[in-house]
């Protein structure tokens, strides 16, 4: 019968619950992070987690599409669904239904997607995204918009951060000259941190000559644009000029990494990508992001240019509760309410709306235990300030105010009580 239980128990692989202590500490990170996008001027909406998937195919790759996406029937309309794999794409459809909106169109997005992929530190089945995306702009203020979006949501918790850059259209227009298909190379290389070289030309040597490989390789070593140009010629040149845009206004053009290695797995991206990682920190990428000018097209909508990023916010919280940067809090109620004797319990439920309405967070006991176990209660939820209401205090009004982060005794008004208690949480 155990058995049975702890069965019934069990979660599905990549699936998580968040208890108290890392949920306030997930809300705090979203939150902030949102604070900052609404700073750059770019405005909130929500797209469906399920969409059709005769929408979705064919936008994100066949490797993608074909061992990544949850794809199910509905049974009762006969259609074939799809969880939403990121945020991109169905904004992409939603701005190919919506032509009458402004250009340019900056939203964001907070939400869960979901994959169908191996579990494994830093990577679930189920996770949150936080994306910004201009839709509207060709220029290079857009993308270094973006980027610069994303080092202040990230840097502000105080991540040392490394910023990936290249452009698709280079490595794409070098291959297309030795007469290779650029796509299943993307896909190789795309795995270059996950499987190393060994791994990638493995995946390389069943279309290509070895020769072939070792260029590849030298290709994608280079570290500085003007070499590039060298070995590219007048067709790129337009396109690294452009990427030297971007980094002119970028804000900390030291943290920014021109990389020919990077050109992100997903078929829609078009132009330049770029990525976050952590220094010292062995978790993979942190943000992500890119140009996709052909998506919303391919929803049957005009041909209109975007560009946007997306947070990972499962690896940004894994490495700053690892770090310390991230601080876990049991809880995010202020004071507690104690009644010293039954008869007391009455007055409690008033003081407790009153700093409830004054905004203090305030418990009270449900539970009609005794004092000592109220105040056990309290400690292990770890509520700061406890107030007890007794028959002394009830007569004078007044209330008995205890700082457990301080060892403080405070015998106060109920309008003192709540002044005190946020000059306390103001200054700590």
């Not at 909406?45 to 061992?67: C, F, R």
């Not at 220094?279 to 560009?307: C, E, F, H, N």
């Not at 982060?405 to 015998?411: A, K, N, V």
Request: charged share 35%; aromatic share 10%; glycine share 8%.
């Amino acid at each position: 019968m155990a058995r049975f239980y702890t069965w019934m128990l069990r979660l599905p692989r990549g699936f998580r619950d968040f208890p108290p202590e890392i949920e306030i500490v997930r809300q705090r990170t979203i939150s902030a992070i949102e604070e900052v996008f609404r700073r750059y001027g770019f405005e909130p909406m929500e797209t469906s987690s399920i969409e059709l998937w005769e929408t979705v195919k064919g936008k994100y790759g066949q490797e993608a599409e074909n061992k990544l996406l949850f794809v199910f029937p509905d049974f009762l309309s006969k259609e074939w669904l799809s969880l939403r794999y990121d945020l991109t794409a169905p904004l992409a459809r939603y701005v190919a239904s919506h032509p009458e909106l402004p250009l340019p169109f900056k939203r964001y997005e907070i939400g869960r997607v979901w994959r169908h992929e191996e579990p494994q530190r830093g990577r679930y089945r189920e996770f949150w995204q936080c994306d910004a995306d201009i839709v509207g702009s060709p220029y290079p203020e857009a993308d270094a918009e973006i980027i610069n979006l994303i080092d202040d949501a990230i840097s502000q918790f105080g991540f040392e951060i490394k910023i990936r850059l290249s452009d698709r259209r280079i490595l794409s227009s070098i291959l297309s000259k030795m007469g290779i298909d650029h796509v299943q190379v993307y896909r190789a290389v795309d795995k270059l941190d996950k499987i190393g070289w060994d791994g990638v030309s493995r995946e390389l040597r069943d279309q290509l000559k070895e020769e072939e490989i070792t260029k590849i390789k030298e290709i994608i070593s280079i570290k500085e644009i003007e070499d590039v140009e060298k070995i590219g010629g007048d067709e790129i040149r337009e396109v690294t000029r452009n990427l030297l845009e971007i980094i002119d206004l970028v804000n900390n053009k030291s943290k920014v990494v021109f990389d020919m290695s990077l050109v992100r797995g997903l078929d829609y991206y078009t132009g330049p990508v770029y990525e976050v990682v952590l220094k010292d920190q062995r978790i993979g990428s942190v943000a992500g992001g890119g140009r996709y000018d052909s998506l919303i097209k391919m929803y049957g909508g005009k041909d209109v240019p975007a560009t946007g990023a997306s947070i990972g916010v499962e690896r940004l919280i894994e490495v700053g509760l690892e770090t310390g940067i991230f601080k876990k809090e049991t809880a995010l109620t202020q004071a507690y309410l104690i009644s010293i004797s039954d008869k007391n319990r009455d007055f409690c439920w008033k003081i407790c709306k009153e700093l409830r309405d004054n905004g203090i967070r305030t418990a009270v006991d449900l539970m009609r235990r005794d004092q000592r176990s109220q105040r056990e209660h309290a400690r292990k939820v770890g509520i700061r300030f406890l107030i007890f209401v007794g028959d002394k205090e009830e007569k004078e009004g007044m209330l008995t105010v205890v700082d457990s982060l301080t060892g403080e005794r405070m015998y106060l008004s109920v309008q003192d009580t709540v002044a005190e208690i946020k000059k306390r949480l103001k200054s700590s």
